[in-house]
């Protein structure tokens, strides 16, 4: 890519270079880097691509060309929605242009009857992304996730611009942002992104450059945003807002206190409003859609803003709780109304958690503690909930809950710690484990219909979705595995998977398999033979017992090719692994003896083709270590052997592998 435009630039076609230009999208840096620098030079720089002069000219016209042009070629490319990895790419080269943040603003303040020039809303909204993206970009230092292993160490000089980007993002956008979250404040989308920029000041400067009055114009458009919008990732970015001006160690914090408190006063004057109407109606259901979307709206806002500030002193915890025991009884809530009031009833148990302090008293930790059960079984009872978005809600917070309270310090309070610990009962690791293998591994008949390309369209999207979600719920549980808040003999069954299900969730089984092994390896080979020897008792059963095990069956194919990925995950260092490895085969040559009957073992034990799948994992011993595992194996044979049937032949495999 470097070679090309500097010594064969009439060689390439329209089409080649198209297809280079892609690489800007690759995870592999130094090669988008490579791809960055051919689409600057041949596209985007002032001496490449075709000029396109805006009436008027003016100080941005060069930064406005090559910024349309850069827009062109995001929209064109149609594959790939990246913006921050196309960034990322020119940033080396580009970064003059990509820091003209004037000139971009400009761009969108820009009104259509003071120039012709102004932007689609297609353009617009990329614009923004791209804003977002270089302003990310100078204020972290470092490539986005998934580019790059680890964060850049800066040097002096590279820190010295990054102060100096923050400083410059800082003064330019406290005074614009407010400007363009008014203009596109009905647009979800660009004022989700535009949100996103606070984060990213040095909010000292509000008060050493008195610029207060345009915090005051920033809190009151975030404010006129949150009562316009229900969509989520707007309220979450409102609420992340807030959360970053509410720093107390900084001269700003009783300004934005005071407009925060204001705010959550209104909001919570508006759900007790719904909540009260709500209550009142006979049997305290209404079923007007309206009313539903309403409290719908409410409840959403109300939850957005719990998740990073602490609304305990609105009693939003016994408002909430209401609704879920409703539910429990009664079974007549929309989802609507059912996932907002979980989750805000989850936020307010976890805000009294985290302010259990060394002096609480035993009340307050008695009270708590019932609470914290009360609720756990609140999302057991949801697990068997008729709405699939209310299981898979329950679940996902379920285990996060599970996760917090066995994992608790409670600041270093120990008979806090002692009295709201709580570690799942067998009853309930159960229910868990089956959740997932009914939510995640079930396969679902799909029913063949003739679909119109856009339905076809619609269909793909909803498939990924879904395996969005069953990924979500799966790595939620293997969590609990790898922080052994469920037992390691659980992973077993999700192991089992492993092969069957490798291009939706091999990476998440992968990942447990690593974690687990690390916290205790001998456990983890265990689990690993526990699973093999649970899928071989259940291939025996489907087995016709008088024509013995088939070899060729697609069962024990499959068995033989999961313990195979199984060795591989041990990788090279058989020093590293030689405990692990010599467990499995220890318990594997137990299992296949198993049940074995008369004398000298002249009887054909009943798991002998057991063996076969342990030989997969004999290639990880040592040398001195394979004369051992022999050494074991002959202790339940006789010599010479009785019998030299097929039946017999798993074991001399099985030898002939360690013999190897």
């Not at 329209?14 to 090669?31: G, I, K, M, S, W």
């Not at 009031?341 to 035993?362: D, G, I, R």
């Not at 069953?470 to 939620?476: G, I, V």
Request: hydrophobic residues 40%; proline residues 3%; negative net charge.
């Amino acid at each position: 890519l470097l070679f090309l435009p500097r010594n064969c630039e009439d060689v390439l076609s329209a089409e080649d270079c198209e297809t280079l230009y892609q690489f800007v999208y690759t995870t592999h840096r130094p090669l988008a880097v490579a791809a960055g620098e051919f689409l600057y030079k041949r596209l985007l720089s002032c001496e490449g691509g075709e000029e396109v002069h805006p009436k008027g000219g003016g100080k941005f016209e060069a930064s406005v060309n090559q910024l349309k042009r850069l827009i062109r070629f995001f929209l064109e490319s149609e594959l790939h929605k990246h913006v921050a990895y196309l960034i990322d790419s020119l940033w080396d080269w580009a970064g003059k242009f990509l820091k003209d943040w004037e000139c971009m603003t400009t761009l969108l303040l820009k009104n259509a009857e003071e120039d012709g020039e102004a932007l689609s809303d297609a353009h617009e909204s990329v614009l923004i992304e791209i804003i977002l993206a270089t302003v990310r970009e100078a204020a972290e230092g470092h490539p986005p996730v998934g580019r790059g292993a680890a964060k850049k160490i800066l040097s002096v000089k590279e820190k010295k611009i990054q102060l100096e980007d923050c400083t410059k993002i800082t003064e330019h956008f406290i005074m614009v942002l407010p400007q363009l979250l008014a203009k596109y404040s009905t647009d979800a989308q660009k004022v989700a992104n535009l949100l996103q920029i606070p984060q990213y000041y040095d909010l000292d400067v509000y008060s050493t450059g008195h610029l207060e009055k345009h915090l005051d114009a920033l809190l009151r458009e975030v404010k006129d945003i949150v009562t316009k919008h229900s969509d989520v990732s707007v309220l979450e970015a409102s609420s992340k807002t807030f959360y970053i001006l509410c720093s107390e160690e900084i001269a700003i914090y009783s300004q934005v206190d005071r407009a925060r408190t204001q705010l959550i006063d209104e909001l919570m004057g508006q759900l007790n409003q719904v909540l009260d109407g709500f209550w009142q109606k006979e049997e305290g259901f209404c079923t007007d859609a309206g009313e539903i979307s309403g409290m719908h709206s409410a409840l959403r806002r109300v939850a957005a803003f719990h998740n990073a500030h602490d609304l305990t002193k609105w009693n939003l915890y016994d408002k909430t709780l209401r609704l879920l025991v409703f539910e429990m009884e009664h079974g007549s809530l929309p989802v609507l109304i059912i996932l907002p009031a979980l989750q805000c009833t989850y936020f307010s148990l976890l805000w009294q958690l985290a302010a259990v302090s060394e002096n609480s008293p035993k009340e307050t930790l008695f009270a708590l503690r019932r609470e914290l059960k009360r609720f756990s079984q609140i999302c057991v009872c949801f697990l068997r909930h008729k709405e699939k978005d209310v299981r898979e809600k329950a679940f996902m917070i379920l285990c996060d809950w599970l996760l917090i309270l066995s994992h608790q310090d409670s600041n270093n309070n120990e008979e806090a710690v002692g009295l709201l610990d709580y570690l799942p009962s067998t009853s309930l690791q159960e229910k868990l484990l089956l959740f997932i293998q009914e939510h995640v591994f079930m396969e679902e008949e799909e029913e063949s219909k003739d679909l119109t390309e856009e339905e076809e369209r619609k269909d793909e999207s909803c498939k990924l979705d879904d395996l969005h979600k069953k990924r979500s719920l799966l790595a939620a549980y293997c969590k609990l595995i790898v922080y052994n808040v469920v037992e390691m003999t659980a992973a077993a069954e999700i192991y089992k998977y492993y092969v069957k299900t490798y291009n939706d969730f091999g990476d998440i089984i992968k990942e447990t398999l690593s974690k687990t092994r690390h916290n205790n390896k001998i456990q983890s080979a265990k689990t690993l033979i526990l699973c093999l020897q649970q899928l071989f008792q259940t291939h025996a059963k489907s087995q016709d017992r008088s024509s013995g095990v088939d070899f060729s069956s697609a069962s024990f194919t499959n068995m033989k090719e999961l313990a195979r990925r199984f060795s591989l995950t041990f990788g090279w260092d058989q020093v590293k692994s030689r405990e692990s490895i010599a467990m499995i085969h220890k318990e594997g040559i137990e299992f296949a003896f198993q049940g074995a009957t008369g004398v000298d073992g002249k009887c054909l034990p009943p798991n002998l083709s057991f063996l076969l799948i342990i030989s997969e994992f004999s290639n990880k011993l040592l040398k001195p270590d394979k004369r051992l595992v022999y050494a074991y194996l002959q202790r339940y044979i006789a010599e010479p052997l009785p019998c030299r049937g097929d039946e017999w032949q798993p074991l001399i495999w099985y030898r002939n592998s360690l013999l190897a």
